[in-house]
């Protein structure tokens, strides 16, 4: 089975300063990869998602940037912080193929302040 | 209008309570469904996928509507572990696989 691997747990940050998370997983090749964001008392939102090494797409436009630059790795990158970018970072990977539901790593609580 | 709808609750039953669930969503191309359980400050986890056919796990029951676009859970015999945030999830063809969250209906099961 898969595992997903994110870190730092937790971070808080000044406003403007740059931003790096970084998720790996094993236990599959090939998988598609999301970064969801989800902000105190909201739902989940997609920001990007990967079907493959330098394959993203984002879905909101907004402060930060996500990079693959192999197949199990996945990063979330800003290079100014601001404090809106505060909420909790969810890495996740399609469960298997043909298979709808995700796996989540334990996520990154960022506090920009 | 948002694409998945859920009550936010919380929902305040004492143990042994069944309570239910629901969700509507806006996409009527929305192939896949879900429910997802969220404890405090943990990420989702999957609960439980539903079929057209509704389906079972255990004290856990899905049903799916598609015809109105509704989406139920039903938890019966409530635990105080069964305390979380439940997400209503649906996906969609064309999206890469892509899952839209509702917001999660929170849940307190007291003694």
């Known amino acids: 089975s898969q595992t997903i691997h994110q870190w730092p747990a937790t971070l808080v940050q000044p406003v403007g300063s740059p931003l790096s998370l970084e998720c790996t997983v094993e236990?599959?090749?090939?998988?598609?990869l999301y970064w969801y964001r989800q902000a105190a008392g909201r739902g989940l939102q997609l920001l990007f998602y990967s079907i493959g090494i330098d394959q993203i797409s984002s879905e909101v436009p907004q402060n930060l940037s996500a990079s693959r630059p192999q197949d199990r790795q996945f990063i979330l990158s800003s290079k100014k912080l601001l404090l809106s970018d505060s909420g909790f970072y969810l890495c996740a990977s399609l469960r298997s193929p043909g298979e709808n539901g995700y796996t989540f790593g334990s996520g990154t609580r960022l506090t920009v302040v | 209008r948002k694409e998945v709808e859920q009550d936010p609750g919380p929902f305040n039953v004492p143990e042994g309570a069944t309570v239910a669930f629901n969700c509507t969503y806006s996409?009527?191309?929305?192939?896949?469904f879900f429910w997802y359980r969220q404890d405090c400050r943990k990420e989702p986890k999957l609960l439980m996928s539903v079929y057209s056919s509704g389906n079972e796990d255990g004290r856990f029951t899905a049903q799916l509507n598609r015809a109105s676009q509704y989406i139920s859970l039903l938890i019966r015999d409530s635990k105080l572990s069964d305390s979380a945030t439940y997400l209503c999830v649906v996906s969609f063809s064309g999206g890469y696989n892509k899952l839209i969250f509702g917001a999660g209906t929170r849940l307190a099961v007291h003694p």
């Open positions: 236990g599959t090749s090939n998988p598609n």
């Open positions: 996409n009527s191309a929305s192939q896949s």
